[in-house]
């Protein structure tokens, strides 16, 4: 049996220039083709979509519920309803509308209440639909505010600078919030283009050792440093080689959130135009007076030159 290439998930094969594997924002640069309605989970998808879209599903349902329940109101009758009737057809709609509202939410005001068996039947049929709704509407808003995320952030440039006799690669990482994420552990993989035997290209993925693979606490920010050494795939690299290369470095982190107690992650990358060379990070904090130590998030990807 052949040995087999090793592949992260991404794939060996080459087709063509990849803008980067990892996108800036954490997430993947995959797109799904060919997807079904029924590969589409409601749970996942309300939970993952963003806070605007979320909100704006959430209205959109309450309103159209409304407009049905109302339009039923509407059709039967709204004599059936009492208190609602008005001088236009268009204000007993609305009329109709916010009586609809009401037994939705089961707030009931009071002020207009069915008094016809087809309507009774309507307004138990509606409260169902509002109980059961506003619970998996409150589930899912749970689950969004319970869900644990990690907000690290990377430095903006990886720099390549003198490192002990040498020189190594090195980027920094910082939480943004005030919780506590403890036990953190780094892999760094770099990912090239090479050329095979028989003239084909494909993607080549080598782990890159650390200095240090992880830390008990993050309370500070942390430089991530792969010694440029003999054993290393970038030894003897230049930035026109890694050009060459299309070579991005890839980072996944994982430590664990004290608050959630859960594991969280986070995922970066840094292309060959995210390298600085000859450059090393300036100090992002310092200590006061009274030796409290001040973290400036905002600095995390200052840099000076090395020289």
């Given amino acids: 049996m052949q040995n087999v290439a090793f592949d992260p ?3 060996n094969h080459f087709s063509g220039a990849l803008r980067r594997a990892i996108n800036r924002d954490g997430t ?6 060919g997807i079904s309605w029924r590969d589409v989970h409601p749970y996942l998808y309300l939970i993952n979509v963003s806070w605007p879209a979320f909100l704006g599903i959430v209205v959109l349902w309450y309103l159209v519920m409304n407009l049905i329940f109302a339009t ?4 039967i009758g709204v004599d059936q309803l009492q208190g609602a009737g008005a001088p236009t057809e268009w204000a007993r709609y609305l009329n109709a509308f916010f009586f609809s509202a009401q037994t939705l939410t089961t707030v009931g005001y009071g002020g207009m209440w069915p008094k016809g068996i087809a309507a009774d039947a309507v307004a138990a049929v509606e409260s169902m639909f509002g109980v059961l709704g506003f619970a998996l509407g409150t589930g899912l808003l749970f689950g ?3 869900k644990p995320s990690a907000r690290i952030a990377f430095s903006s440039h990886a720099v390549i600078a003198p490192y002990q006799d040498g020189t190594a690669v090195q980027f920094r990482v910082v939480n943004r919030r005030s919780n506590l994420i403890m036990e953190l552990e780094v892999q760094l993989m770099l990912m090239t283009v090479v050329r095979c035997q028989d003239g084909t290209l494909k993607r080549d993925y080598e782990v890159l050792p650390l200095e240090r693979a992880g830390i008990f606490f993050f309370p500070l920010t942390w430089t991530v440093v792969h010694p440029i050494d003999s054993r290393s795939p970038l030894y003897g690299k230049s930035p026109e080689d890694l050009e060459l290369l299309q070579a991005e470095l ?4 994982k430590g664990y959130d004290d608050t959630f107690s859960q594991t969280v992650h986070a995922r970066y990358s840094y ?3 995210e390298i600085r060379w000859g450059h090393r990070f300036t100090p992002a904090f310092e200590i006061d007076e ?6 400036h998030v905002d600095r995390i990807s200052d840099t000076a ?3």
Wanted: aromatic content about 16%.
């Fill in 9 to 11: 998930g991404l794939t």
């Fill in 28 to 33: 993947f640069n995959v797109r799904r083709r």
């Fill in 72 to 75: 039923v109101y509407f059709w």
């Fill in 144 to 146: 969004r505010v319970s």
């Fill in 250 to 253: 890839m980072v996944m982190l």
């Fill in 271 to 273: 292309r060959y135009d």
């Fill in 290 to 295: 009274s030796g409290a130590i001040d973290v």
């Fill in 305 to 307: 030159s090395a020289g």
